[in-house]
C-alpha cells in the first residue's frame, strides 16, 4: 500500500482530536476557573530510502533521504493563563488573583482547583455546590490559626458561637483638673465583663481633697446589674510618699502621674499609667477593657490572605478559619478530573501548601468568581485550522485511492 495512505488517515485522526479539544474548549467557554487546551502535533518515524555519505576524494557528500509516516497527537496542553473576573457580590464566591489552586476533599480524595464558587450545605460545610466537595483550610481556635498544622474541613454554619471572656484589664485616660473646687466629686465607668459574660459596671471615683491645694484621692467599685456592690478598691500611693491612703500624686512640674499606675479592682487590672494632673481641664474617661459578652455568628468577611473573620452579635470580630491554596512546580503536570477539579501526577511536582499571598502564591478577592480563560476568536480559528487539516488528509487518501486504482487498472 502506499504510504501516503497511511499518512492520510494518521492526519485524519490527529486533526479529529484537535476539532475535539476545541470543541470542549468552547463547550466551557462559561465555565468558572475553566482551563483550556491545545493540541501539539508531531511527525512520527520517517523511512530512510538511503543514508547520508561522507565526502570521500574527488566526491562530496550525500544527504539521507527520507519519507515521512506521519503525525501524531505529541500532546495535549493545558493553559493557565488568568481567567477573566466577574464580580458576582456573593460574599462565598472567591477568586484567585495570581497562581494557586483552592484545595477540596471528596471522600478520601484530594483535589484542586480555580473554581470558587463555594457554598454551604445544612452543617454549615463550605463546600463546592457541583459535587459537594469540601474546602480545605485552617479552623481558628478562639480566633487564632496555627497554619503549621493539618489540613480540615472549613466550616462556617450561622449562630457559631463566641464564648464570653472575663475582664482582667481595663484603661482610664485623661487630665484631672488640678484647679478644681474642693471636694469636688468625679466619677468615671466602664462597662466590664464576668467569665460568663455577664455587664457590670467599674465605676472609678476621684475626690478633691478639702483644701485648695489638696490631692485628688481615688477609689473603684465593681457594681453589679442589679446594683449590688460586688468588689472595692482604694487606691495605694507609693510606700515612700507621705502622703494618706488612695492619693493620687502628680508631678508638679510637668504633670506626669508618681503614684502607681495600676489599680487591682475585683481581679481587674486598671491602667492608670497614662493619667495627668495639669489646671484648667477635665477629661477623665474610660478607655477600652478586654472582655466581652458571648455572641452568635452574624455574617463574615473574606480577606486578600484568605481569612475568613466572622461579625458576632456582641458587635465583636473573630477569626474563624483560613483558606488554604496549593501550588505546584509543574501545574501544567496536574490531570483534569472533571468537575473543574485536578489531581495530581508524577510530574506535576511536589505540593506545596500555604497561606494566599504567601510563596507565589496568588491573593484572594471576596465576591468574584475566575471565568474561563478560553478565547473564542482563537478557538474559532483553530477550528478553521483542524477542519482544513482534516479535509486536506481526506484528499490525500482520496488521490492515494486514485493510484492504486490506476494501478488495478493496468491489468485491464
Not at 486533526?15 to 462559561?30: E, K, S, Y
Not at 473574606?302 to 483558606?323: A, E, M, P, Y
Amino acid at each position: 500500500m502506499l504510504r501516503s495512505l497511511f499518512s492520510g488517515i494518521s492526519g485524519l485522526r490527529s486533526h479529529q482530536t484537535m476539532l475535539d479539544v476545541t470543541g470542549n474548549n468552547i463547550a466551557n467557554v462559561n465555565t468558572t476557573g475553566f482551563k483550556s487546551s491545545q493540541v501539539q502535533f508531531q511527525d512520527t518515524l520517517s523511512q530512510v530510502l538511503s543514508n547520508a555519505g561522507g565526502a570521500q576524494n574527488g566526491q562530496g557528500g550525500t544527504n539521507p533521504a527520507q519519507v515521512g509516516l506521519g503525525v501524531r497527537v505529541a500532546g495535549i496542553t493545558t493553559n493557565f493563563t488568568q481567567g477573566a473576573s466577574q464580580l458576582t457580590g456573593r460574599s462565598t464566591d472567591m477568586m484567585i488573583q495570581g497562581d494557586g489552586f483552592f484545595v477540596v476533599r471528596k471522600g478520601n480524595e484530594t483535589y484542586y482547583t480555580r473554581d470558587g464558587s463555594f457554598d454551604f450545605d445544612a452543617t454549615g460545610q463550605m463546600v463546592l455546590p457541583g459535587d459537594g466537595a469540601l474546602v480545605q483550610g485552617w479552623a481558628a481556635t478562639n480566633g487564632v490559626i496555627d497554619t503549621n498544622g493539618p489540613l480540615t474541613d472549613l466550616s462556617v454554619p450561622a449562630g457559631t458561637l463566641m464564648a464570653a471572656q472575663g475582664t482582667a484589664n481595663a484603661t482610664f485616660q485623661g487630665n484631672l483638673d488640678s484647679s478644681a473646687a474642693p471636694g469636688t466629686t468625679i466619677t468615671r465607668s466602664l462597662t466590664v465583663y464576668d467569665a460568663t459574660g455577664d455587664a457590670s459596671t467599674l465605676n472609678l471615683t476621684f475626690t478633691k481633697g478639702a483644701a485648695a491645694n489638696d490631692p485628688w484621692t481615688l477609689a473603684g467599685t465593681v457594681v453589679a446589674a442589679d446594683g449590688t456592690t460586688t468588689a472595692t478598691a482604694t487606691y495605694n500611693p507609693t510606700p515612700a510618699a507621705p502622703a494618706v491612703a488612695g492619693e493620687v500624686d502628680f508631678d508638679p512640674a510637668t504633670g506626669a502621674l508618681t503614684s502607681p499606675g495600676t489599680l487591682t479592682v475585683g481581679g481587674i487590672s486598671v491602667d492608670l499609667s497614662t493619667l495627668t494632673g495639669f489646671s484648667g481641664v477635665d477629661t477623665v474617661k474610660g478607655l477600652n477593657q478586654d472582655g466581652h459578652a458571648a455572641g452568635t455568628l452574624q455574617s463574615f468577611q473574606l480577606g486578600q490572605d484568605g481569612t475568613i473573620t466572622g461579625s458576632f452579635s456582641n458587635g465583636l470580630k473573630q477569626v474563624i478559619g483560613r483558606l488554604a491554596l496549593a501550588n505546584f512546580t509543574n501545574p501544567v503536570g496536574l490531570e483534569k478530573a472533571g468537575g473543574s477539579l485536578f489531581t495530581t501526577t508524577v510530574n506535576s511536582g511536589t505540593i506545596q501548601l500555604g497561606t494566599p499571598g504567601s510563596g507565589g502564591r496568588g491573593t484572594l478577592a471576596g465576591g468574584s468568581l475566575e471565568m474561563s480563560n478560553v478565547d473564542l476568536s482563537s478557538e474559532f480559528t483553530n477550528l478553521i485550522v483542524a477542519q482544513r487539516g482534516f479535509q486536506a488528509n481526506a484528499r490525500v487518501i482520496t488521490t492515494s485511492d486514485q493510484v492504486l486504482q490506476e494501478l488495478v487498472d493496468l491489468k485491464r
